[in-house]
């Protein structure tokens, strides 16, 4: 057995990139051991900002002989086929080929019996194709070469230990110039380099057991989350020193751990000057353009107190380190200071006027214009979020878009919201129209808290319908992978926001309410030639938009285990609008069809259908009208009447009580009756008013169960 340590050492690597390269380095070489039949026991992938490694163990030493066939001409096929046929093959004559009957006929099989590779020539194919294949977001060409990396790789480090102890060299060459065939600038070999500064020397490295240990005497750590460790234990210590803590950030952990090899974490201090600034200001300061770690108190407060995370070990001890970094925070705080008090001058209604100096998107208008339709939509969702009330809400989304105005949102983007919140409470607003302002953007993400306050609700639910009414119907809709106005996010924020509150929002008229908004602007739009006048058979844009929605809902709660196809029947009902009563509808639905009843019914329903389609289809005619009782001539027939009918009238007052559990059980009640009505009656008697109007009862089987949901798009 073999293991293969494999190293890239290039320029720096973004840090947003390495996670994702580690593991599409480990995912594809993997691969494509596995297709050559070479795979390995274990594998491992790390990254530090200047290389991508993978360790694979328990490689075999050769690949197996295998056995290649290619399919060829019928036998008795002309001359000029078969001829053909040998000579891709290599073959001489008819006689060295094999003939095989497919059950189509026979034919000719060329089969080559392939000696298996060593490895180190089957791992020189496999990395070579790697590198040429990579998947980098981005990528760039360097010194002439027509090969793509990441970023100038300088190393290829590329050997194989044998269980013996023998060490050999992946005889890999790449940014081989394969129109001059000039010598490669790359050939794998067996050593590495330490850190940049402290120890950039030469290292050879025996095997892939020594690697990390190899490097960590040179000042690498190579394992990302061992540097991760590094940073939250001394970053925790340095913090504890003062009586606080690190405040937790996943994200910037994960960015300032791709940006070092060898972190060293020291402490800095804050200003006192600086703490009256809103937390946000100091945070987003730190972490958006410094990338430092903000520390709190044990209450959750902000602390005049930073947390660096540094590259290298200075003879001082990190005084100069700190206080360049103090430096540096202290111009850019003094900046956000100076923004601050400029902003306070004015109040947030005087920026209003301000928002149509920006464009929201060239179709759509100005922001002042989505804030004026955000206002009309808001007059509209109050009616259905209990508490909210009309005149606070309408004054929240009139100021909610203001503060993009402000100088400080200009310097901090991030803010947005938030320091229209801290204005709006500097103007005297009523605290919760200055909360509905920071929350209208929320949630920006499927880890983000939903608003659950009635003014931050209605504010939230304005913006993002109104966002998607307004690129739906100027036909920007997502297509594929391809979502540049994020509609998505938004359609599942609005899912989020309706289902975490239990609100009875119908969706119907609402995103009538926001259409009815952009009708004008899209006339004058299509006159003007901008926009293309629809098409005969284009979808109107409030289907288009509640199809969307049910797309988004069936994502959200298939990720809660809801069969999709169960979301697509209750949606497909006609009066079916209301998400939480959906979800709770397609919840129901899934238990009952996970019981035997349930099962069996579904099965005897399809059955039904099909009887009752092709009998309309031959006949011509609908059988779709009421059951003639008279004329139910067995006992199965008039039992299955019976429980139809009462079925039908329970589970219709179940329904409208929204107990679906409840409805459920009502259509249970059906399984007996309508088994014994298959095994005991024909339908397609010679009596022909008998047999219409079996075909009735059957319909009616398909009646009383889609008024549940629509079982016909019940998939399995």
């Known amino acids: 057995m073999s293991d293969l ?3 890239l050492f290039s320029e720096e690597i973004p840090a947003r990139m390495q996670e994702r390269a580690a593991e599409d380095l480990r995912r594809l070489v993997e691969t494509k051991l596995a297709a050559l039949q070479l795979s390995g026991t274990a594998a491992r992938s790390y990254v530090t900002p200047r290389r991508l490694a993978l360790v694979v163990e328990g490689l075999p030493e050769h690949q197996p002989d295998r056995e290649v066939e290619v399919k060829g001409p019928r036998v008795g096929a002309p001359e000029q086929a078969i001829a053909g046929f040998l000579r891709s093959a290599g073959f001489a004559s008819i006689e060295q080929t094999e003939i095989r009957d497919t059950g189509k006929g026979s034919f000719h099989f060329a089969v080559n019996r392939v000696a298996g590779q060593a490895i180190e020539t089957a791992l020189a194919q496999i990395l070579t194709e790697v590198l040429d294949t990579f998947p980098w977001p981005k990528s760039m060409r360097w010194a002439g070469h027509s090969v793509r990396w990441v970023r100038p790789l300088h190393n290829i480090l590329a050997i194989l230990t044998r269980d013996d102890g023998e060490r050999t060299i992946v005889p890999l060459a790449w940014a081989l110039d394969r129109d001059t065939e000039t010598p490669s600038v790359l050939e794998a070999n067996g050593h590495t380099y330490g850190h940049r500064f402290m120890a950039p020397e030469r290292i050879e490295i025996p095997d892939h057991h020594e690697y990390q240990s190899s490097l960590r005497d040179a000042r690498v750590i190579v394992d990302p989350a061992e540097r991760k460790r590094t940073i939250l234990t001394e970053g925790a210590k340095l913090a504890a020193s003062e009586g606080l803590r690190v405040k937790e950030d996943a994200g910037l952990l994960d960015e300032v751990a791709g940006l070092v090899e060898w972190p060293v974490v020291r402490m800095g201090r804050i200003e006192p000057r600086f703490m009256a600034l809103p937390p946000e200001v100091l945070t987003t300061s730190m972490r958006t353009h410094q990338k430092y770690f903000a520390c709190e108190t044990s209450d959750g407060k902000v602390a005049p107190f930073f947390i660096v995370v540094g590259n290298t070990i200075t003879r001082d001890g990190g005084v100069q380190m700190i206080a360049g970094n103090e430096r540096v925070l202290r111009a850019r705080l003094s900046d956000a200071q100076f923004f601050w008090d400029l902003d306070r001058r004015s109040n947030l209604e005087s920026r209003v006027g301000k928002l149509d100096e920006r464009v929201f998107h060239a179709k759509l208008g100005s922001v002042y214009d989505k804030m004026e339709r955000m206002a009309k939509l808001a007059d509209v969702l109050v009616q259905f979020v209990p508490g909210a009330e009309p005149f606070a809400a309408r004054r929240a989304v009139l100021l909610a878009k203001a503060d993009l105005s402000s100088a400080l949102v200009g310097e901090f ?5 938030i320091m229209g919140r801290y204005l709006a409470l500097h103007d005297g607003e009523r605290p919760e129209v200055a909360e509905a302002i920071a929350r209208h953007y929320a949630p920006a993400g499927i880890s983000d808290a939903t608003p659950s306050a009635p003014l931050d609700i209605v ?6 319908l109104d966002t998607l009414a307004g690129f739906f119907a100027i036909r920007e809709k997502p297509t594929g992978s391809k979502d540049p106005f994020a509609l998505r996010r938004a359609a599942l924020g609005v899912i989020r926001i309706i289902l975490d509150n239990g609100l009875r929002l119908p969706l119907v008229p609402v995103i009538q309410a926001a259409l009815k908004e952009m009708a004008v602007l899209v006339m004058n739009l299509v006159a003007s ?5 629809p098409a005969p058979d284009e979808a109107l844009a409030d289907a288009a938009l509640l199809d969307f929605f049910a797309d988004r809902l069936k994502v959200f709660l298939r990720e809660q285990g809801v069969r999709h196809d169960l979301v697509t029947a209750v949606f497909a009902l006609d009066d079916e609008d209301d998400l ?3 979800r709770a509808r397609a919840l129901a639905l899934q238990g009952f069809l996970g019981t035997d009843d349930g099962a069996n019914l579904l099965v005897a329903y399809r059955r039904a259908s099909k009887i009752v389609a092709i009998e309309e289809k031959k ?19 008039r039992a299955l009447a019976a429980a139809l009918a009462e079925t039908g009238e329970a589970s219709d007052a179940l329904l409208k009580a929204e107990d679906f559990t409840g409805a459920m059980a009502q259509l249970a009640k059906l399984r007996r009756p309508v088994d014994d009505f298959f095994e005991q009656v024909t339908v397609n008697v ?6 219409a109007n079996r075909l009735r009862l059957l319909a009616q089987i398909w009646t009383t169960l889609n008024r549940v949901a629509d079982f016909s798009k019940i998939e399995g």
């Open 413 to 417: 983007p991030e803010l947005q919201g």
């Open 686 to 691: 010679d009596n022909p008013d008998l047999r």
């Open 529 to 533: 030639g901008q926009l293309p006048a």
């Open 619 to 637: 006949d011509g005619a609908a059988y779709r009208d009421a059951v003639d009782r008279d004329q139910l001539a067995q006992p199965e027939e």
């Open 5 to 7: 340590l494999l190293e």
């Open 580 to 582: 939480f009563r959906l």
């Open 459 to 464: 504010a939230a639910l304005a913006d993002k």
